[in-house]
């Protein structure tokens, strides 16, 4: 059974930085391409950032490219997002997930989520 485990949420003033992790019981971790999304209430979840299997390759969404970093540690079978320079907008419960694929901005992709973990960013 594989399981995803995000923690690091919480409620931070705008301008402030958070850094989630997300630990996967997978036993074979690396060879999955890891992603960040994130969803607010009433609207659709969307994608954040995406990490290829070896970390070679990185995505991230526009929104978020200069204030967000995606990393992981494949011997811990983490991944993380650094988040800088939070905005009320980044407001959202953030979900990692995992893509059998080498790497994918589309959530459709992804087969396994983590339950989730809130950030709140006051203004």
Not at 16 to 29: E, M
Not at 31 to 50: N, S
Not at 82 to 93: G, H, I, Y
Not at 94 to 119: F, H
Request: net charge positive; with cysteine; charged share 15%.
């Amino acid at each position: 059974q594989v399981q995803l485990v995000e923690s690091g949420g919480g409620l931070v003033q705008a301008g402030g930085s958070l850094r989630l992790s997300c630990a996967a019981s997978i036993r074979t971790y690396n060879t999955y391409g890891m992603g960040w999304f994130r969803q607010a209430p009433g609207k659709e979840r969307e994608f954040v950032a995406a990490i290829s299997r070896s970390g070679g390759n990185i995505f991230y969404a526009d929104s978020v490219s200069v204030r967000f970093t995606i990393s992981r540690d494949n011997a811990k079978n983490t991944v993380f997002l650094q988040m800088n320079s939070l905005k009320p907008e980044d407001t959202a419960v953030y979900y990692c997930a995992t893509t059998p694929l080498y790497i994918s901005r589309v959530p459709d992709d992804y087969n396994y989520w983590g339950q989730g973990t809130q950030v709140t960013v006051s203004s």
